[in-house]
């Protein structure tokens, strides 16, 4: 495959994203600001990270990470502890209430595709199914 298709693929997988974050996480009421809550999806996804880890994870330097992550353990959304191996480094991890929080929020996502999904004819439904497990496949395989 020539590089003209990777760029028109790479511009539509952006506009895609573009597509979802307007329509379904700017359209609902988000209990934490979307950079906590991005914190939170990765706590989800990895485990417990260091604060770097995370900053690299959502391209944010550290200095704000910081920030972002004193204001999640104020709420009690995340624990900071001190790394046994290292204490100079603090590892973050997730609260039974902050991964309430980040359920509540997959929750008014998944209500709201729903809700929507209903202006779709059952065959365009059917498309959009088969478009997005294979979608979901291909991008785990590309990181694999």
């Known amino acids: 495959m020539d590089s003209i298709p ?7 997988f952006v506009e895609t994203l573009v597509l979802i974050r307007q329509n379904f996480y700017r359209q609902t009421t988000v209990p934490i600001p979307l950079n906590q809550f991005g914190v939170l999806c990765i706590l989800a996804a990895e485990g417990s990270l260091s604060i770097t880890d995370i900053s690299r994870g959502l391209n944010i330097s550290k200095q704000q990470m910081t920030t972002v992550i004193d204001k999640l353990v104020k709420s009690r959304l995340v624990e900071k502890t001190a790394d046994l191996n290292d204490r100079r480094r603090f590892v973050i991890t997730m609260t039974p ?7 509540k929020q ?5 209500k709201r595709f729903i809700k ?6 059952k065959e365009e439904n059917q498309q959009l199914a088969a478009a997005t497990q294979t979608y979901k496949q291909l991008i785990s395989k590309m990181f694999a």
């Open 97 to 103: 209430s902050g991964q309430a929080t980040l359920d």
């Open 106 to 110: 997959n929750e008014i996502v998944r």
């Open 6 to 12: 990777f760029k028109d693929m790479s511009q539509q």
């Open 116 to 121: 929507q999904s209903r202006k779709l004819t």
